[in-house]
């Protein structure tokens, strides 16, 4: 939906309001008028039900609002005495309509006195679950997610098991723009794998003030811009079908480059302006190797002996393919029966299907890359049929579609037409990013798909809080303590605050067993 289409609504929910509640505030000692003005009204309501005015603000949050208006619609029919069970689910229902029938057809007197709690046990735990899920909808919308690291890109500075808590208000909170979903899921139902939101209506992009920028090798989660499967339901799978930015699958990679920089990609290292990007200390580049044994040697001896990042993937004979770091690949060379090791590299000029921009006029592979532009916010690049390539997904969705604008490129000749007409050039809206993995030869990255739109931008992953190895067996030997509540960045080895989950858990059961503990007269 347009601004426009926005004003229209909310205009027409505010007379919706106005003509179903005007006599309600009248009885409960307010003038009409009050009725009438969009969030004055509000704060007057919440007055009238005897509830905080700052419930005002969670009117005005997605998702959080699905849960918050069916909230004061009962609680301003309970202001009247209408506090049955089916009055409750006739307000739900008819989706607060039913304050229609109480404010025309009824003289039911205002209770200005009426008791607050919950009648029920019932009553006391659907509203304590209500609150808990709008707090922890709030809390994971705007300012932390939990997130666990599935697959081995960013091997070595995270690790496939860990459990991220992902900062939202490092590079400012993106506002919901799904309108209409299940709190708390991203996608789909666990179980059901129904979809969990309704793709309209959409709010427009917005993203709250930060406190830091994005800056060079942070690692950044963000959201997946080619995931445009929407209908999972079993059976709906056949095809791609556009799907909301805030509802895109979450990939965390690491920013190597930046809005206005020249990036290249040289046998799997990367350059910035001509320069070989310079790491930081806990990030280690690993690439697959071809090793030559002269023996069966079992998977689980490279994996665990020699740190092994993806394990050992036999091909043939005395032959295996491992993903490893130039330091493990130095000691695996010691291996008494290990004969040769070579580097497992594309070639220079070698064209690899899948490589963006997936163009036969460039010849890219994941170890031979570019060099490419990254785009920046107002800067201006020449358009022709040999650059459209690069910029053809920004212009029809990143900074079409998704921006509410119905765009078509064409080439025809030595012309590219947008929506028929001839361009040469065109002018950026947003900034841009390029994220890769660490791990190069098993990491889906910008190298297959391209560039990171700032709008995709999820968070900053903070603190490890939890970490659980796949490879090993039995819960307790799973957990790698020594990555128990550690910081992402920094220098050095990481240093576990695992004392911190031992006296959260202390506290945990010592407040159980309190409650636990009958009074003494």
């Known amino acids: 939906m347009a601004m426009t289409q926005w004003i229209l609504f909310f205009l027409v929910i505010q007379v919706i309001h106005f003509l179903g509640t005007w006599k309600l505030y009248v009885r409960a000692g307010r003038q009409a008028w009050e009725a009438a003005i969009p969030v004055y009204n509000a704060v007057v309501l919440m007055k009238i039900i005897n509830r905080p005015w700052w419930w005002t603000i969670l009117l005005f949050i997605p998702i959080v609002n699905l849960l918050m208006f069916p909230v004061v619609w009962t609680e301003t029919a309970r202001s009247f005495g209408f506090n049955t069970y089916k009055d409750t689910a006739l307000v739900v229902l008819t989706c607060g309509l039913y304050l229609f029938y109480i404010n025309y057809a009824t003289d039911a007197p205002y209770i200005e006195d009426r008791s607050l709690q919950p009648k029920s046990s019932n009553g006391e735990w659907v509203s304590s679950i209500i609150f808990a899920v709008v707090a922890a909808t709030i809390v994971h919308t705007y300012f932390m997610q939990p997130f666990v690291i599935p697959s081995s890109s960013l091997e070595k500075t995270l690790l496939v098991g860990d459990y991220l808590l992902v900062s939202k208000f490092h590079y400012g909170a993106r506002t919901p723009m799904t309108t209409v979903g299940t709190p708390m899921l991203h996608d789909s139902i666990p179980v059901s794998h129904v979809k969990s939101y309704a793709s309209k209506p959409q709010l427009p992009y917005f993203r709250l003030p930060g406190f830091q920028n994005i800056k060079r090798n942070d690692i950044v989660v963000f959201s997946w811009p080619v995931d445009t499967l929407e209908d999972i339901r079993p059976g709906h799978m056949k095809g791609s079908v556009r799907k909301p930015v805030d509802k895109k699958s979450n990939y965390v990679k690491r920013c190597v480059g930046m809005p206005g920089d020249s990036l290249e990609v040289r046998d799997g290292y990367v350059y910035i302006n001509g320069k070989q990007n310079d790491l930081p200390d806990r990030a280690k580049i690993q690439f697959s190797y071809l090793v030559q044994t002269n ?53 220079e000029g070698e064209a690899v299907e899948g490589n963006f921009p997936d163009s036969p006029l460039y010849k890219n592979n994941r170890d031979f890359f570019g060099p490419i532009y990254i785009p920046e916010a107002g800067k201006t690049v020449s358009i022709t049929p040999e650059t459209i390539p690069f910029y053809e997904r920004i212009i029809e969705v990143y900074e079409g579609y998704e921006m509410g604008e119905e765009r078509s490129l064409k080439v025809t000749g030595t012309q590219v037409l947008l929506n028929g007409s001839p361009i040469t050039e065109y002018t950026f809206k947003q900034d841009y990013y390029w994220l890769m993995g660490d791990n190069r030869h098993n990491s889906q990255d910008a190298r297959a798909w391209g560039y990171v739109p700032y709008n995709h931008v999820v968070g900053k992953p903070v603190f ?9 067996k039995g819960f307790l030997n799973r957990i790698r303590w020594d990555r128990v509540f550690t910081t992402v960045s920094g220098s050095g080895k990481p240093t576990s605050f695992k004392w911190v989950l031992f006296i959260l858990m202390g506290l945990f059961v010592a407040s159980f067993f309190k409650k636990k503990k009958p009074a003494t007269k």
Do not use: M
């Not at 032959?319 to 010691?334: M, P, Q, S, V, W």
């Not at 939890?466 to 090993?472: E, H, K, V």
């Open 295 to 347: 023996k069966e040697i079992s998977q689980r001896t490279f994996i665990n002996r020699y740190d092994i990042t993806d394990g050992a993937q036999r091909i043939q004979g005395g032959y295996f393919i491992a993903a490893a770091a130039e330091e493990a690949i130095g000691r695996l060379r010691n291996h008494p029966d290990v004969v040769n090791i070579t580097p497992y590299k594309g070639k």
């Open 464 to 472: 490890v809080w939890f970490s659980l190895d796949p490879n090993q």
